[in-house]
């Protein structure tokens, strides 16, 4: 008699089980505990680090993530606004822009904005280097902001353009008043998601450059390295990345639950 597919499944998923079990089993009895926790988990170092870990490198972390966020946020409404615009100089240009931060990786982009720019035109940002450095995080943030915010765009029924028009309201109040505020409440989910990822991006500052009290959490951990020849620093950055995006994944997933059933 053929098995039946449901008794195949619950064997499938048995044998999943099985094997990661041996695998967990196989790392906890073959890694070397007490190397591991004199490399990686020194309270004494521990200790040291704070609490500027928090108090400058967590806080410069999150600063940096919400200034390259609005920026980019703001500066991406402008080229959703172009790439749909029935103007076709318009378009290209926002085509181009988006295309071009979106092809060339982030880190080069800062590069450029923090040392070209300056050797080329002789433009000073505020905020020296790491302010240079936010205005190249802001020029990728919003290539990638762009397309979200297109797609919301898009995504809103012609109807809701229509009934507006027949109201008597212009093109470009439809627009802010009508279909721009419906497009931000469907792509919520998608925008937090590229909030988890430029706080992440903030890592790629070290660039830059960065003063004693200007260094986000990964240059910080990364110079608790270099001092204390342990790898302590690290390991609590990533526990301090974790406390942020893991609550901001779930309002993600939380979201998105809640506009399936809403539609």
Known sequence: MAMRKTTKRRLSRGVNYAIFAA??????????????????????????????????????????????????LVLAVVMALLKLSPVAPYRWFATAYIEFFRGVPALLTIFAMAYMLPIAFGIKVPGGQVGAGLVGLILVASAYMAEVIRAGIQAVPKGQSEAARSLGMS??????????????????????????????????????????????????????????????????????????????????????????RAR
């Open 23 to 72: 695998v967990v089993v196989f790392v906890v009895v073959a890694a070397d505990w007490e190397r591991i926790s004199s490399q990686f988990f020194r309270l004494d170092i521990a200790r040291e680090q704070l609490p500027e870990i928090i108090t400058i490198a967590l806080k410069n972390t999150l600063l940096f993530t919400a200034i390259s966020f609005v920026g980019g």
């Open 171 to 260: 093109e470009g109040r439809t627009m802010f008043w009508v279909i721009l505020p419906q497009g931000f409440r469907i792509i919520i989910p998608p925008m937090t998601n590229e909030f988890v990822l430029l706080l992440k991006d903030t890592s790629l500052l070290f660039i830059a450059g960065s003063t004693v009290f200007t260094k986000e959490l990964t240059t910080f951990a990364r110079d608790g390295l270099t001092t204390t020849a342990n790898g302590t620093p690290l390991i609590m950055a990533a526990m301090l990345y974790l406390l942020v995006t893991i609550p901001l994944t779930r309002l993600v997933a939380w979201l998105e639950r809640k506009m399936a």
